[in-house]
């Protein structure tokens, strides 16, 4: 996942050989600021090119955390697995009406969204005794 995350993002920024959760780090706070340029800082939002190209990249950022996630060697608990092709399927449909009628408050949420998560894959397990080894590993989470 880290090579295919890397991909989109860009080979030539991202630093030499970074871990797996610096790389879905990286890519989600790209997300969110590609997101966030799009907003300004008030009133309604319209939609752009700049915006639909940044929706379109959060997507194909989720994409490849759902496949991921949904592969049968993905290692994480079963229960955070389902929560998180939920949260998968949560943003692919909110993007996707986006493109279509973007709203400042759902726009928002994705943005915060993509940033808590960044925080929590930084941040990486509370307790290593309760996550599989693959998950420090830099499975995304």
Do not use: H
Request: aromatic share 6%; net charge neutral; proline share 5%.
């Amino acid at each position: 996942m880290r090579n295919e995350l890397a991909r989109l993002y860009g080979q030539s920024q991202m630093a030499s050989a970074p871990s797996g959760r610096q790389v879905e780090v990286t890519v989600l706070r790209a997300a969110s600021g590609k997101i966030r340029a799009c907003l300004g800082t008030e009133g309604p939002v319209t939609w752009s090119q700049r915006l639909g190209e940044a929706l379109r990249f959060n997507l194909k950022i989720w994409d490849v955390f759902i496949a991921d996630w949904s592969a049968p060697e993905c290692q994480l608990p079963l229960e955070l697995r389902q929560n998180l092709l939920s949260l998968g399927a949560f943003i692919r449909a909110k993007s996707f009406g986006q493109m279509a009628n973007p709203e400042r408050a759902t726009l928002e949420t994705l943005l915060n969204i993509n940033e808590n998560l960044a925080a929590g894959v930084a941040q990486g397990p509370a307790s290593t005794s309760s996550a599989p080894e693959s998950v420090e590993a830099g499975q995304a989470v």
